[in-house]
């Protein structure tokens, strides 16, 4: 298996963009987690799915940040619009018995 | 709620000393999750801790829930630069499947 995988692995864009983040997960893990890092704020949870269905969008910063999980194969977290604060890394994980695996992360950067 | 204190946040030891990081928590809780991140790299798994006063091994890793399950530790006896990054513990109260992270210990192994 390949692993989780996230795409792009680089993002650059400018205030006020749309940014979609994509990924894969394990197949058969029925759990995907989205995370968020920054030096300030450490590992941060934004949104977890079980079975494609979202459980705790609680750590969603705010209404410009949403998370769709269409089937198990694929999961996006979109921002819109983007805003400088939103530079980070973000990691998506999936769960197989309540341990995560993480795909590469993509390095947001918003100008 | 649930606060989870991960200490230090960052220490500095000579390759051969021993290293240990700290998770408290305020809150009992159900199971806990040990993870390592290496510099630009994403959190893997390293283990999981279940009963109370459970002490668990991986080769120089030694890893402790407390008797009240509230507290874990992870000890790395005789460090190597291997072993730079950043230790995470990952506390989960009740059945949820839900996880969030401590804040990390930073680990910097010099020769």
């Known amino acids: 298996d390949a692993g989780v995988i996230q795409s792009p692995r680089h993002e650059v864009t400018e205030m006020g963009q749309e940014v979609t983040l994509r990924c894969k997960p394990i197949?058969?893990?029925?759990?995907l987690f989205w995370y968020r890092q920054t030096m300030m704020r450490g590992l941060e949870l934004l949104i977890y799915?079980?079975?494609?269905?979202?459980?705790?969008d609680s750590g969603m910063p705010e209404d410009r940040f949403s998370a769709k999980m269409p089937n198990a194969s694929f999961s996006t977290l979109k921002i819109q619009p983007s805003e400088p604060r939103d530079s980070a890394v973000y990691f998506c994980?999936?769960?197989?018995?309540?341990?995560?695996?993480f795909g590469s992360g993509t390095q947001l950067s918003v100008l | 709620g649930q606060q989870v204190m991960q200490i230090p946040q960052y220490q500095h030891v000579q390759e051969g000393e021993d290293f240990t990081t700290y998770c408290n928590s305020s809150?009992?809780?159900?199971?806990i999750q040990w993870y390592k991140q290496r510099p630009g790299g994403h959190p893997v798994f390293l283990i999981q801790?279940?009963?109370?006063?459970e002490v668990k091994k991986q080769k120089r890793l030694t890893f402790q829930f407390g008797e009240a399950k509230k507290n874990s530790s992870l000890h790395i006896t005789a460090t190597q630069t291997t072993d730079v990054g950043t230790y995470f513990c990952?506390?989960?109260?009740?059945?949820?499947?839900?996880?969030?992270f401590g804040t990390g210990t930073r680990l910097q192994v010099t020769l």
């Open positions: 990952a506390p989960k109260t009740g059945t949820a499947s839900k996880l969030t």
């Open positions: 994980a999936s769960g197989e018995q309540g341990k995560l695996f």
């Open positions: 799915f079980n079975n494609n269905v979202p459980i705790d």
């Open positions: 197949s058969g893990h029925n759990s």
């Open positions: 809150t009992t809780l159900s199971n």
């Open positions: 801790l279940v009963k109370s006063g």
